[in-house]
């Protein structure tokens, strides 16, 4: 076999999970329960999230929330300080993809 697989949490419960750690590209998967957020923190690479179910409240610098449903790509600057809370109903699920 030549792929590699990875698995990842679909449950309908908060979790972060490092599925790629690699020098080239680090690949994290966070899931919140309704409400429930991540208080902000600089990062200091660029980053890209993927919504794939429910919908991001993201709050970049000192802009206000912008909400984003699944099916989103949202693209981060390096050096931002970012926000994030589950802005549905129910759980969240994004990726969040950070390259070299």
């Not at 990875?6 to 329960?33: C, F, K, Q, W």
């Amino acid at each position: 076999m030549i792929e590699k697989v990875y698995a990842y949490s679909t449950e309908d419960m908060t979790a972060v999970e490092r599925i790629i750690g690699g020098p080239a590209v680090r690949i994290n998967h966070l899931s919140l329960g309704h409400g429930e957020s991540v208080d902000p923190h600089p990062t200091a690479e660029a980053a890209h999230m993927i919504i794939t179910r429910g919908v991001l409240g993201l709050t970049l610098d000192s802009q206000e929330e912008h909400q984003y449903a699944e099916g989103a790509i949202v693209g981060i600057p390096a050096n931002t300080k970012l926000g994030i809370r589950n802005a549905g109903e129910g759980t969240m699920h994004l990726f969040v993809i950070k390259s070299a």
